[in-house]
């Protein structure tokens, strides 16, 4: 971790710091999870309206928004004090859901829930998350794009294969699997494809356009 990574190529050499990748990663603000009333899991969760679910609904959006449903169904389901997600739980806060995005108070973009006026995600800190919520298909593809723009930007130029790691300590996540080596190579093949960043040569960089 205090050793330099190094590229090499027949023309370019190009240098990145760990130690200034870790104090990026240090300086972002870290993710918050919401907390909840305990009334949620009083009476039981499906015994509230819809408006009360709601209300909960936006409350974790506005705080932890873009989220997934299935983190939003867990946040909800820990402040109830359950256990186990079950079929009834998912619908229960899922139609709650419904009902603050019916309402305006949330949007969606496929399975991420996101604060109605909320236009560009925060990059957010994500190590001390639980294990459960350390799932990269958890993030919202506009929150990795940033974290690939943030690495590719800091290491001036960069081949992919060695900002992964980069981008996967950006994300909260300590361990490179090969799953999660090659899910993070697609997310920089999908931000080269909407020109968050581009490739020159055999080198990513920041898009200056």
Partial sequence: LEQDVEEHTDETHVTVNREETEEIKSSLPPYQITKLPSKVGKPELHLHS???????????????????????????????GLSKVTSRVKYTVTQGAQYAKDNGFIKDNGEFLWPADMETPVLRDRSALPAASKKIELIAPEEIDLAIQKVVEDAIGIQPAAAVPFIAKTLGFSRVTEDLKNDILHFIDLSLAKKSIVLDGDFLKKNED
């Fill in 50 to 80: 819809f408006a009360e679910l709601g209300g909960w609904v936006t409350d974790v959006v506005k705080t932890e928004g873009p989220i997934h449903l299935e983190e939003l169904i867990r946040r909800i389901a820990d402040a109830a």
